[in-house]
């Protein structure tokens, strides 16, 4: 069976939970996923080259650079590539395909790996995608994993629920992190990540610093954790907090371990704070202009602040949204708290 879920962060983790289910009760099916490459570690760590903890999920990954392709559609480059991708797809003779990504794209990629089935939601996210599927499932979950689960039963014939899904153990990341962590020895500690897609979806920094300055003063660690493009946001976090926290800009490697051992995570909408749903840390989630409903955290220990006047708005501003503002660091703080005792 071949998975096609190409990106991003979060949305590859909306799927694992349908893939890790359909993994745990069929131990001897042959799963391949195809990915874009900056998200492979989300589904083997380095190096790996067969199931077990460093790819506990699926048997093989084809490399897929769309987004390359986009830019170059035309190159002697992008044109090789996409035969190699064809010939490996078409070579891996998969009989069954479940398209979780409901794009034209992902359904053509489909249809070059030529398999007996290429099965699809009924309302995928791109309308045309649905004339590429062989058969399509109509969704009544709210919430995109479950939305997957539906998807991944119809193509297996089974009635799987959604699990906690199985995240490679990296043995180089996990050295890396423990000279991160040095400082802290052993104290717990907290994730906070500040970024996110757009800024309509980032609560402040200053508060976030709030927030950091707070829980070292009840005995925590705090790391910021910093995305590509983001450190100097995360500078501005550790500023407002006094530096007093440890700012890092981990590979995806590094961030699988450090969430991992986190003891709490807070972030709005954002891929770390799906990773932290995933791994069934304790997250406060910080919602504006999304749904949480649809795309929030999923299972274990959490709590979404959300302002009740917020609407649910994709537009890219770069302020943050009305509603998001609205929320306060003795609001998180408050809810953290809550989550924490519970963990106790």
Request: hydrophobic share 40%; charged share 25%; net charge neutral.
């Given at each position: 069976?071949?998975?096609?879920r190409?990106?991003?962060?979060g949305?590859?983790l909306h799927?694992l939970?349908?893939?890790t289910?359909l993994?745990?009760?069929?131990?001897?099916?042959f799963?391949?996923w195809?990915?874009?490459?900056?998200?492979?570690?989300?589904l083997?760590a380095?190096n790996?080259?067969?199931?077990?903890?460093a790819?506990?999920?699926v048997d093989?990954?084809?490399?897929?650079?769309?987004?390359q392709w986009?830019?170059r559609?035309?190159?002697a480059?992008?044109?090789?590539?996409?035969r190699r991708?064809?010939?490996?797809l078409?070579?891996?003779?998969?009989?069954?395909?479940?398209?979780?990504?409901g794009?034209?794209r992902?359904a053509?990629?489909g249809k070059?790996?030529?398999?007996?089935?290429l099965?699809?939601?009924?309302q995928?996210?791109e309308w045309?995608a649905?004339?590429?599927?062989?058969e399509?499932?109509?969704?009544?979950?709210i919430?995109?994993i479950?939305?997957?689960?539906?998807?991944a039963?119809?193509?297996?014939?089974?009635?799987?629920?959604?699990?906690?899904?199985w995240?490679?153990?990296?043995?180089?990341a996990e050295?890396?992190?423990?000279?991160?962590?040095?400082?802290?020895?052993?104290k717990p500690?907290?994730?906070?990540?500040?970024g996110?897609?757009?800024g309509a979806k980032r609560?402040?920094a200053?508060?976030?610093?709030?927030?950091?300055?707070?829980?070292?003063?009840?005995?925590?660690?705090?790391?910021?954790?910093?995305?590509?493009?983001?450190?100097m946001?995360?500078?501005?976090?550790?500023v407002?907090s006094?530096?007093?926290a440890?700012?890092l800009?981990?590979?995806?490697?590094?961030?699988i371990?450090l969430?991992?051992?986190a003891?709490?995570?807070?972030?709005?909408?954002t891929?770390?704070?799906?990773?932290?749903?995933?791994?069934?840390?304790?997250?406060?989630?910080?919602?504006?202009?999304?749904?949480p409903?649809?795309?929030?955290?999923?299972?274990?220990?959490?709590?979404?602040?959300r302002?009740?006047e917020?609407?649910?708005?994709?537009?890219?501003r770069?302020?943050?949204?009305?509603?998001?503002?609205?929320?306060?660091?003795e609001d998180?703080?408050?809810?953290?708290?809550?989550l924490?005792?519970?963990?106790?």
């Open positions: 069976m071949l998975i096609l190409l990106g991003a962060m949305d590859i799927a939970p349908a893939v289910a993994r745990a009760a069929h131990p001897d099916w799963l391949g195809a990915v874009e490459p900056q998200w492979r570690g989300l083997a380095e790996a080259a067969e199931r077990g903890p790819m506990p999920v093989r990954l084809h490399i897929v650079p769309a987004k986009g830019h559609p035309l190159s480059t992008t044109l090789k590539d996409i991708v064809r010939q490996e078409r070579g891996a003779r998969y009989d069954v395909c479940i398209d979780l990504q794009a034209v992902s053509v990629l070059w790996a030529h398999p007996r089935r099965i699809g939601e009924e995928p996210r045309a649905r004339y590429l599927f062989d399509t499932v109509r969704t009544k979950g919430h995109v479950e939305q997957a689960i539906e998807v039963n119809a193509a297996a014939g089974d009635e799987l629920s959604a699990m906690l899904p995240l490679p153990v990296n043995e180089a050295r890396r992190c423990d000279g991160f962590l040095a400082s802290l020895k052993g500690f907290a994730i906070l990540n500040p996110a897609g757009w609560w402040p200053e508060r976030y610093g709030e927030v950091a300055r707070a829980l070292v003063g009840k005995g925590y660690g705090v790391v910021i954790n910093a995305g590509p493009g983001e450190g946001l995360a500078k501005e976090v550790n407002a006094g530096n007093i440890i700012a800009t981990p590979t995806l490697d590094e961030l371990t969430t991992r051992r003891s709490l995570v807070v972030a709005g909408d891929g770390p704070l799906h990773l932290a749903s995933a791994l069934g840390k304790p997250v406060v989630g910080i919602f504006g202009p999304t749904d409903a649809r795309n929030g955290p999923f299972g274990g220990n959490f709590r979404v602040l302002h009740p917020s609407r649910r708005d994709h537009s890219r770069v302020e943050p949204e009305a509603g998001l503002l609205s929320i306060s660091p998180v703080l408050h809810t953290a708290d809550e924490l005792k519970e963990a106790r």
